[in-house]
């Protein structure tokens, strides 16, 4: 999973898009690199007893790299920043807020509520350990990583997912605009509100998938875990299999063409869903109208 990204080349005085270095050295006190601008920051240490905050705040078009933190806040208000084969443990609360136009390669990264209210962000080749990742958010891209976080990328838009390897709860709810292809997804409640949802190629694991989506769309894709997909509008599985699904689709909107057996069906609002056989379907106690069709393919109605 972790491919090798291509190193960026090393610090030069022909080299016009940092015009400054600072490398090996420790700091530890409060805004120890405030403001840093153009500028790299080589195999550093950030940690001590001062304990000092927020070490990088406000910088602008900088490099770290081979760098290792362990304060609170070091990276907020970043602009322009390249985040490079560096780790940050879990004493860096929030470490990445309110950031712009950032790239985090080769990283990993267990401190709490990591990214929060950031735009332009390319996640790769990352290791992250972080409850509540990536909240309110716009503009992002991950690729080859792996992540265990709690309502993960909570009310975040235009999110577009190669290879994730993820785990947690609550995850992709309230969101926008979100592509996810060749990943794997444990997790639960995942989906909750979403608009616009693309998932392709992918294997997603948990309890009450999906529910109160809108245009929410599975390709080739295995869902496994009991009440999946409930209360959905313009929701579509094409070519998927399911597992372990029972009471599925009540009161959704659905066209689904799933291969194999879904243990039971109940109540769906309208469409169709066809499979190659079922175990109960539900037609009872419904709270609205359900015209909902299942269609079993080797009976063919």
């Avoid at 500028?39 to 550093?44: H, I, P, R």
């Avoid at 993960?152 to 577009?160: A, K, M």
């Avoid at 209360?231 to 029972?246: H, Q």
């Avoid at 659905?254 to 109940?266: C, P, T, W």
């Amino acid at each position: 999973m972790m491919e090798t990204v291509p190193k960026i080349a090393p610090y030069s005085e022909n080299d016009s898009g940092y015009k400054n270095i600072v490398s090996g050295r420790t700091f530890d006190e409060e805004r120890s690199l405030y403001n840093v601008k153009d500028t790299k920051v080589l195999n550093c240490t950030f940690a001590g007893a001062a304990d000092g905050e927020s070490v990088l705040k406000e910088g602008r078009n900088y490099l770290v790299e081979n760098c290792s933190f362990s304060l609170r806040y070091p990276m907020w208000h970043a602009r322009n920043f390249v985040l490079l084969n560096s780790q940050m443990d879990e004493k860096t609360r929030a470490p990445l807020w309110y950031c712009i136009d950032g790239k985090i390669y080769n990283c990993i990264i267990d401190g709490i509520k990591c990214l929060r209210e950031s735009h332009n962000i390319e996640i790769k080749n990352c290791n992250i350990n972080s409850p509540e990742f990536g909240w309110k958010c716009a503009n992002v891209t991950i690729t080859n990583s792996k992540i265990d976080a709690v309502y993960f990328l909570f009310e975040t838009n235009n999110v577009n997912i190669t290879n994730l390897d993820m785990t947690g709860k609550y995850s992709f709810q309230y969101m926008e605009n979100l592509h996810i292809k060749d990943s794997k997804l444990d997790t639960k409640d995942a989906f909750w509100h979403s608009k616009n949802v693309l998932v392709e190629n992918s294997i997603v694991k948990g309890e009450y998938l999906g529910w109160f989506s809108e245009n929410i769309t599975f390709v080739n894709c295995k869902i496994i875990g009991t009440q999946p997909l409930c209360y959905c509008k313009s929701l579509k599985l094409i070519n998927c299999t399911m597992e372990n699904t029972d009471l599925a689709f009540e009161y959704s909107e659905v066209e689904a063409d799933v291969k194999g057996h879904i243990d039971s069906v109940k109540n769906p609002k309208s469409g169709t869903i066809t499979a190659d056989s079922t175990g109960e379907i539900i037609k009872e106690d419904a709270i609205m109208p359900c015209y909902g069709k299942v269609i079993i393919r080797a009976q063919s109605n």
